[in-house]
């Protein structure tokens, strides 16, 4: 990728936002000990600095705005939240929140269409955000009820280990959670980290729909498309 296009602001600022707000829940202690100084240990928790709090206070405003930021700038808070040794919750608990969905299982809609078409319309929503989020496609479906895959993915780029890849198992949970089944594992079974071409997250779903014999004409339409 280019020096201009690593600059260009294409991504929402709501990643920068949560990514820091995800922090500051994980550093908030749920409780002071007695014999604890607070004035001396929570300024060393990252998410209770004052600079993290201004930050926070920026990124607000940039989403109120509907402001976006830079690959670079995305990276830079990646490697941030990398430093930590609880990175790997930090990205699960952003992709989660950032997926967007309901977040209360699989709705009305979800328990009567046939599970083939619940995936179909898992697929299309994960497309649809992930783009709104980042600017551009973020990898692609491959054969099979939730397979995606890509290559020189940000995530991949900002951390060449891998723990910043679990934000899109997080993401894709999520949405497989709310659209899918009640219980949804994903697996990123394959990871440009571990030496594999693409990294790829694949799902498996114990799923709860009912699966009637007809669908309601009014759930038909072109507008389902493919996966």
Same mark, same amino acid.
């Given at each position: 990728?280019?020096?201009? $296009? ?13 990514? &820091? ?6 550093? =908030? ?22 600079? @993290? ?7 607000? #405003? ?7 930021i830079s690959d670079t700038e995305a990276i830079d808070l990646m490697r941030l939240v990398l430093r930590r040794p609880d990175s790997e ?29 619940? =995936? ?9 955000? &992930? ?9 692609? =479906?491959?054969?099979?009820? +939730?397979?995606? $895959?890509?290559?020189? &993915?940000? +995530? ?10 679990? +934000? ?6 999520? @949405? ?6 009640? #219980?949804?594992? @994903? ?18 779903? $114990? ?21």
């Amino acid at each position: 990728m280019s020096a201009s $296009e690593s600059s260009r602001p294409r991504i929402a600022a709501v990643l920068g936002l949560t990514l &820091l707000e995800v922090i500051r829940a994980q550093d =908030f202690p749920a409780e002071i000990l007695q014999d604890e100084d607070p004035t001396v240990t929570l300024p060393r928790r990252l998410g209770l600095s004052d600079v @993290v709090e201004r930050q926070i206070r920026h990124y607000r #405003e940039s989403v109120r705005k509907r402001r976006r930021i830079s690959d670079t700038e995305a990276i830079d808070l990646m490697r941030l939240v990398l430093r930590r040794p609880d990175s790997e919750e930090v990205f699960l608990r952003a992709g989660r929140q950032l997926a967007g969905t309901r977040g209360d299982g699989p709705g009305w809609v979800g328990r009567t269409l046939p599970p083939g078409l619940t =995936f179909r319309m898992a697929r299309r929503y994960t497309r649809r955000r &992930l783009k709104r989020l980042f600017g551009r496609s973020v990898g692609a =479906f491959a054969p099979g009820p +939730f397979v995606l $895959e890509g290559s020189s &993915l940000i +995530f991949y780029r900002s951390d060449p280990g891998g723990d910043a890849c679990h +934000f899109v198992t997080g993401f894709c949970r999520a @949405v497989l959670e709310s659209e899918v089944a009640a #219980e949804a594992a @994903v697996i990123h079974d394959r990871c440009q980290s571990r030496g594999d071409s693409v990294c790829r997250w694949t799902a498996t779903v $114990e799923a709860r729909v009912e699966a009637q014999e007809s669908v309601p004409d009014l759930l038909r339409g072109p507008e389902l498309e493919a996966g």
